[in-house]
């Protein structure tokens, strides 16, 4: 009797804590996906702030440090590093809209909450683009 609950308890996987190897083949579901991009992007944004304000306050100041401003923004690194917190901002301000409908009890069921999730991650990656394109003057 003994040994059968022993094969008993061998037979199931305990997971304390997830491994790479589970993590791949884990298979998250959308509402997770924006979740975790929202905190990200939300890191982002608040790790950047320094950045932010920096460029805030040379655009600002006087006329050479705009003439400083708009040298230091055409680099194409710093338009990558700017695109990359307008996504952030687009993504964390449309996916706190929807955190906030969620909050009102709006969208909460399961088949609702993946839908606005990829609307949310669909949306913030588009309106990305469309600033993207204005600001790598591509229109």
């Known amino acids: 009797m003994v040994d059968a ?14 491994g790479l190897a589970q993590l791949i083949k884990y298979r998250l579901p ?30 600002l100041a006087s006329e050479m440090s705009y003439a400083k401003f708009q040298m230091l923004t055409g680099h194409i690194l710093v338009k990558l590093i700017a695109l990359g917190l307008i ?31 990829i609307i949310v991650f669909c949306l913030g990656l588009l309106l ?6 204005k600001l790598f003057d591509l229109y």
């Not at 609950?5 to 997830?18: F, G, L, W």
């Not at 924006?34 to 805030?56: D, E, K, T």
């Open 5 to 18: 609950q022993q094969d008993v308890k061998k037979a199931k996987p305990v997971y304390r804590n997830i």
């Open 30 to 59: 959308w509402a997770g996906k924006v979740s975790i991009l929202h905190r990200i992007s939300g890191a982002a944004l608040f790790l950047m702030l320094p950045f932010i304000l920096y460029l805030f306050d040379q655009s």
């Open 87 to 117: 996504w952030a901002f687009l993504h964390h301000f449309c996916a706190g809209i929807r955190y906030l409908l969620l909050d009102l009890d709006i969208g909460v069921e399961k088949v609702d909450a993946n839908r606005s999730a």
């Open 128 to 133: 990305t683009a469309l600033v993207g394109l």
